[in-house]
C-alpha cells in the first residue's frame, strides 16, 4: 500500500480514539450535535418519554438535565464505535459515569461567568452564541476530565458512591421536570 495512504488512515485513527476512547474535540462536536438534536426533536415532538430525557424548557436546569443525558447517550454510542479497542470495560464505564454526573455542575460553573461578571445581557443572540459556547468548552472540558478518570482505579467505595450519585441525578431531574423543588438555587428560602 502506498505510504501515504497508511499515514492517512493512521492519522484519521489517532484523531478519532486516543487510549480506546475519543479525541476530546470529536467528543464535544458529537455531543454538541447530538444536544442541539435533542433540542429540535423535543420543539417537534413534546412527548412523555421524552419529557424525561430532553429539556422541555429554556429553564438552566433542562438544559443540565439535556446534557447529562446527551451525555450518556454520546458515551454510549462511543462505546458501540470504539468497543473492540476498549481494554478496561469498567473503566470505561465508570469514567463516563463521572463525567455523566459531573457535566451539568461544569456547564452551571461555566455559563454562570458572564451574570457574575457582565451581569444581564439583554440580547437573545449573544445568549444563544454564548450558551453554544459553554456547552462547546464544558463538554471539552469534561472529556479530559473523563480521560483522566478513565486512568484511575476504581474501588468499591467510589463504585457506590458514584452509582448513588447517578442514580440521584436520574431522580432529581426525573421529579424536578413535573414538580419543581421548593428550595430555588439562588432565591432564599421563604420558611422563616
Given at each position: ?8 488512515i ?14 476530546p474535540f ?13 433540542y ?10 421524552l ?6 424548557n429554556e429553564?438552566n436546569?433542562q ?5 447529562f443525558?446527551?451525555?450518556l447517550?454520546?458515551s454510549v ?6 468497543k473492540k ?9 465508570y469514567?463516563?459515569l ?7 455542575w461544569?456547564?452551571?460553573l461555566?455559563?454562570y ?8 445581557v439583554e ?7 454564548y450558551?453554544n459556547?459553554?456547552?462547546l468548552?464544558?463538554t471539552?472540558?469534561?472529556a479530559?476530565f473523563?480521560?483522566?478518570?478513565a ?15 447517578f442514580?440521584?441525578?436520574i ?12 428550595a430555588?438555587?439562588f432565591?432564599?428560602?421563604n420558611w422563616?
Amino acid at each position: 500500500m502506498d505510504a501515504k495512504f497508511l499515514a492517512l488512515i493512521s492519522f484519521r485513527s489517532n484523531l478519532i480514539k486516543t487510549s480506546s476512547a475519543w479525541n476530546p474535540f470529536i467528543k464535544t462536536a458529537f455531543l454538541w450535535a447530538v444536544f442541539i438534536a435533542m433540542y429540535l426533536i423535543f420543539k417537534v415532538l413534546p412527548v412523555f418519554p421524552l419529557t424525561l430525557f430532553f429539556a422541555t424548557n429554556e429553564s438552566n436546569f433542562q438544559h443540565y438535565k439535556a446534557g447529562f443525558f446527551a451525555y450518556l447517550l454520546t458515551s454510549v454510542v462511543e462505546y458501540a464505535l470504539t468497543k473492540k479497542d476498549v481494554q478496561d470495560k469498567s473503566a470505561f464505564l465508570y469514567s463516563r459515569l463521572s463525567a455523566a454526573v459531573f457535566f451539568p455542575w461544569v456547564i452551571f460553573l461555566l455559563w454562570y461567568l458572564a451574570p457574575a461578571l457582565i451581569g444581564r445581557v439583554e440580547s437573545l443572540v449573544f445568549e444563544a452564541l454564548y450558551a453554544n459556547l459553554i456547552l462547546l468548552v464544558a463538554t471539552y472540558f469534561v472529556a479530559v476530565f473523563e480521560r483522566g478518570m478513565a486512568q484511575i482505579s476504581y474501588s468499591r467505595e467510589f463504585k457506590t458512591v458514584l452509582w448513588i450519585l447517578f442514580c440521584a441525578s436520574i431522580l432529581l431531574y426525573f421529579i424536578f421536570t413535573f414538580r419543581l423543588p421548593w428550595a430555588d438555587v439562588f432565591v432564599e428560602p421563604n420558611w422563616r
